[in-house]
């Protein structure tokens, strides 16, 4: 069952996001059994339904993520669209 949750991702300047997203669940591990060899878990699956600027000029926009990168303090460059979804798992695990 999808369920949408709410939560504030910042990015690495301090700038606050508020995100939006619907989070489905993936299936539980099915063991072995004597109808078959059983089957892997699957892996939830995250839509991103909005991202609005909080703390800029422009706050309150509607902001698209898809094809930005953002550098981590350690040199390497990550998918923003990617970051958020981790970020949602989450906040979808801890609510």
């Known amino acids: 069952m999808a369920e949408t949750i709410h939560f504030t991702y910042y990015l690495p300047d301090d700038t606050e996001l508020s995100v939006s997203a619907t989070v489905t669940p993936g299936l ?3 063991g072995p059994d004597l109808h078959g ?3 892997p878990a699957e892996d939830p ?3 991103i339904d ?5 703390q800029r000029i422009d706050a309150g926009d ?3 993520v ?4 953002i550098k981590r303090q350690d040199g ?3 998918c923003l669209e990617e970051s958020i979804g ?7 695990d801890e609510r």
């Open 28 to 30: 539980p591990m099915r």
């Open 37 to 39: 060899p059983g089957e």
């Open 45 to 47: 699956e995250i839509e």
């Open 50 to 54: 909005e991202i609005i600027l909080v």
């Open 62 to 64: 509607d902001f698209d």
């Open 66 to 69: 898809s094809d930005l990168y």
């Open 76 to 78: 390497s460059f990550v």
């Open 86 to 92: 981790e970020a949602a798992l989450v906040a979808f």
